[in-house]
């Protein structure tokens, strides 16, 4: 009886302390600022028009570039047998320089950049660029479609190059669907094409309110949104703070933070079955093998977190570095066995020309640093986690593909996103699912927002 009583106050001070350190959720939505992020000298310019854009990079460009790739020095040759388990392998990559400078044609690929029209819009002081494509039809089978504007957001060290593949599988209609997407790309404030801020502070939660502020510029107040790396937590934000606006966000790559999330991923480790359903288990114990995994693949990120002005330097000055830099990401974050091949898996899923136009984005608009600057905005203490505890509660989806990086179970990915009604896993695809497998995307997209619309509809 007395041994009892004690266990039920055990179990009773156990379950006040879980629920006391572990109650994140905070139901009170924060309205954030409009902030002003250009230059202070043009704050008095109001011009909220849309400018249609086309690159169009001068020659001058080209030959300094060309200049730069005929001037490399000597490489030293990668460790015996190591492929490009000690990173990029120089034996490899002279292949890619020579095809960078010999036959990689930027006038041709300019012209297919260019095919889908883009825009440019000043939003807080910054200009921000995008491509807003119109589906192919919006009547199908005689029947009327219904336009449904949908954003696609990528990440780093990506671009708007990554999604050019799945455009037309998301602007063509589909068979027994009654809609059509009407897609909106941005590039990121401070990559490619758009500008980046002057002053700090500008991180995803705030690239989320330019984001918001661009779809309702174009007349859009209700929206759909996508996106993977840090688009997938920018989107994310956006459905957190705008559950007006955001009738429903899919993401490729849902991480589950905070304290509550952490602490089951722990307990996990005892009884894996109360975290993750045993087939997918795989994925992320032994905890060993994914924690190897991430501190192997995330050294870029303290590096960024903290000094991005100085790495963002060094590699301005050089296209090979700069190449080097990104393209090591396409090869161990499609897939960590990658590695082991001598010519890193880079063409495996991709060509040569479309890894060095996402290169290319970078270099000819000079905006490594901007785009790393983003890592350093975000892990900075006043804003570390600081959205992780407003409950989502519109419509969303998690695409979980086999080789990402990162993998949280849907048991804590529900602690946030509180109304997930889509989880699926692949078992193929890594980080850059749309410019890898847009296919398995966009199906994927397709079939959750028809699930949406279907409830939207009764
Ligand atoms: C780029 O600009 C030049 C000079 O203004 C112009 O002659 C050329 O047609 C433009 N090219 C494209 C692809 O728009």
């Not at 890898?436 to 619309?453: A, C, G, Y």
Request: aromatic share 14%.
């Amino acid at each position: 009886m007395y041994k009892s009583t004690i266990f039920v106050v055990i179990i009773a001070i156990g379950l006040t302390c879980y629920v006391k350190i572990f109650d994140e959720t905070d139901n009170s939505i924060p309205t954030l600022p409009d902030t002003y992020w250009g230059p202070a000298d043009k704050k008095s310019n109001n011009d909220i028009s849309i400018k249609p854009f086309k690159i169009n990079i001068s020659n001058d460009v080209i030959s300094d570039l060309n200049e730069r790739l005929d001037k490399t020095r000597k490489y030293i040759a990668p460790l015996e047998n190591t492929a490009w388990t000690y990173g990029v392998s120089s034996e490899y990559f002279k292949n890619i320089i020579s095809y960078w400078r010999n036959k990689y044609d930027w006038n041709k690929r300019q012209a297919l950049l260019n095919k889908y029209s883009q825009f440019i819009t000043t939003i807080q002081g910054l200009d921000i660029h995008f491509y807003h494509i119109k589906p192919t039809t919006t009547v199908y089978n005689g029947k009327k479609l219904k336009v449904i504007p949908l954003l696609l957001a990528h990440g780093w060290p990506g671009s708007v190059v990554e999604f050019q593949k799945i455009i037309p599988m998301l602007t063509t209609p589909k068979e027994n669907v009654d809609f059509i997407f009407e897609l909106i790309i941005p590039s990121l404030p401070g990559y490619g094409f758009s500008q980046g801020a002057v002053r700090p502070g500008l991180a995803h939660a705030e690239i989320a309110v330019i984001f918001k502020n661009l779809m309702t510029r174009l007349g859009f107040n209700k929206f759909y949104a996508q996106g993977g790396d840090w688009g997938s937590i920018i989107v994310r934000d956006m459905a957190a703070l705008y559950p007006e606006n955001v009738v429903g966000a899919h993401m490729n790559m849902c991480m589950a933070n905070g304290l509550k999330a952490t602490f089951w991923q722990f307990i996990g480790l005892l009884v894996p079955s109360l975290v993750v359903p045993k087939e997918h288990a795989h994925r992320v114990y032994p905890l060993k093998n994914h924690f190897l995994r991430i501190m192997e693949e995330s050294g870029y990120m303290h590096l960024q977190a903290t000094k991005p002005d100085t790495i963002g330097l060094a590699l301005n000055e050089s296209p090979v570095s700069m190449a080097v830099y990104i393209l090591e990401k396409f090869s161990t974050w499609t897939n960590p066995e990658y590695r082991f091949k001598e010519d890193g898996g880079l063409l495996e899923k991709y060509t040569m020309d479309e890894l060095l136009d996402n290169v290319m984005i970078y270099w000819i608009t000079n905006s490594m640093t901007t785009s790393m600057r983003l890592y350093a905005e975000t892990f900075n203490t006043n804003n570390w986690g600081k959205y992780d505890k407003y409950p989502i509660t519109v419509p969303t989806a998690c695409a979980a593909f086999i080789h990402e990086v990162s993998y949280s179970p849907e048991s804590v990915v529900k602690f946030q996103h509180t109304n997930l009604i889509q989880f699926n896993h692949f078992d193929d695809g890594g980080h850059f699912a749309a410019f890898e497998v847009p296919h398995l995307l966009s199906d994927d997209i397709w079939k959750f927002i028809q699930k949406v619309e279907n409830n939207v509809d009764k």
